[in-house]
T-cell receptor, first 110, second 115 residues
Framework: DAKTTQPNSMESNEEEPVHLPCNHS???????IHWYRQLPSQGPEYVIH???SNVNNRMASLAIAEDRKSSTLILHRATLRDAAVYYC???????????FGTGTLLAVQP | SQTIHQWPATLVQPVGSPLSLECTVE??????LYWYRQAAGRGLQLLFY??????ISSEVPQNLSASRPQDRQFILSSKKLLLSDSGFYLC??????????????FGEGSWLTVV
């Protein structure tokens, strides 16, 4: 299974943008890049996903490198409710499995 | 709209006792179904996934088993619990045969403490 690499933790201030990086140098041509986040004591929540082009939705933006070996999740204005573990996952291709790594713990300071 | 229900929400079981966690999905047909586990302070580990009734794939050798007796029902079981089975168990589903890389939706989880 293709793997991703994320920083263990990051900090941000409230109301400021946050850029969460993810490296996935072994990505295959059919793998989608998914982002989920998990708040304490809750199941993961879908954030965004993309294949090649940058994507935007009401929660975040996803910037995908041209060679697709890395991507960045962008939270435009962090709030205290955005404090969570963010997972970058490769999904699709030949498998039906969503394999989670260790993710990035985002702390948001008021 | 689709919903996923998982129960019980919390349980405390003695070592050596059996386990049954149940998950049902509503509002969709023939979903992919998944069981994940998260030990305290750890990431999510995929335990089982199913693409159809009676079709179960196991990701890790362990003390647990899964069954899918009906299209939208997924059950996680153990005959004899170990202390190491403690954790947060999550059921999830995705569209079967749908868009490759489709979103996975998670239930609210079940906290299991083995004592």
């Amino acid at each position: 299974d293709a793997k991703t690499t994320q920083p263990n933790s990051m900090e941000s201030n409230e109301e400021e943008p946050v850029h969460l990086p993810c490296n996935h140098s072994t990505i295959s041509g059919t793998d989608y890049i998914h982002w989920y986040r998990q708040l304490p004591s809750q199941g993961p929540e879908y954030v965004i996903h993309g294949l090649t082009s940058n994507v935007n939705n009401r929660m975040a933006s996803l910037a995908i490198a041209e060679d697709r070996k890395s991507s960045t999740l962008i939270l435009h204005r962090a709030t205290l409710r955005d404090a969570a573990v963010y997972y970058c996952i490769l999904y699709g291709g030949a498998t039906n499995k969503l394999i989670f790594g260790t993710g990035t713990l985002l702390a948001v300071q008021p | 709209s689709q919903t996923i229900h998982q129960w019980p929400a919390t349980l405390v079981q003695p070592v050596g006792s059996p386990l049954s966690l149940e998950c049902t999905v509503e509002g969709t047909s023939n979903p992919n179904l998944y069981w994940y586990r998260q030990a305290a302070g750890r990431g999510l580990q995929l335990l089982f996934y199913s693409v159809g009734i009676g079709q179960i794939s196991s990701e890790v050798p362990q003390n647990l088993s899964a069954s899918r007796p009906q299209d939208r029902q997924f059950i996680l079981s153990s005959k004899k619990l170990l202390l190491s089975d403690s954790g947060f168990y999550l059921c999830a589903w995705s569209v079967q045969g749908g868009f490759i890389g489709d979103t996975i939706y998670f239930g609210e989880g079940s906290w299991l403490t083995v004592v």
